[in-house]
Nanobody, 113 residues
């Protein structure tokens, strides 16, 4: 079955960086658009970024220029590099392939001094 295992979150100071990973299984990873989403406390889950199989990437207005999504099709893994982090980036981050209804457990990012 489809599985996503997110990792790499943690506590970081404003302006800091983190690299999130999402290991996947159960679907043809190299053929699928991969997406990152996040859910801040008390808010709905929001789209963050997407990456097409060949590597073209798109970002939300709030993350463009600070976050970078990448993928390794040999490892069935998608990454999200978070730079210049702000307190409002605090959230649980999830990955998913486009059209999936399955979610992983997410990885928690807290940006605080």
């Amino acid at each position: 079955q489809v599985q996503y295992v997110e990792s790499g979150g943690g506590l970081v100071q404003p302006g800091g960086s983190l690299r999130l990973s999402c290991a996947t299984s159960g679907f043809p990873f190299s053929e699928e658009i991969m997406t990152w989403h996040r859910q801040s406390p008390g808010k709905a889950r929001d789209w963050v970024a997407s990456i097409f199989p060949a590597g073209r990437a798109f970002y939300s207005n709030s993350t463009r220029g600070r976050f970078t999504v990448s993928r390794d099709n040999d490892k069935n893994t998608v990454y999200l590099l978070l730079n210049s982090l702000k307190p409002e980036d605090t959230a649980v981050y999830y990955c998913q392939h486009y059209g999936s209804t399955t979610w992983g457990q997410g990885t928690s990012v807290t940006v605080s001094s």
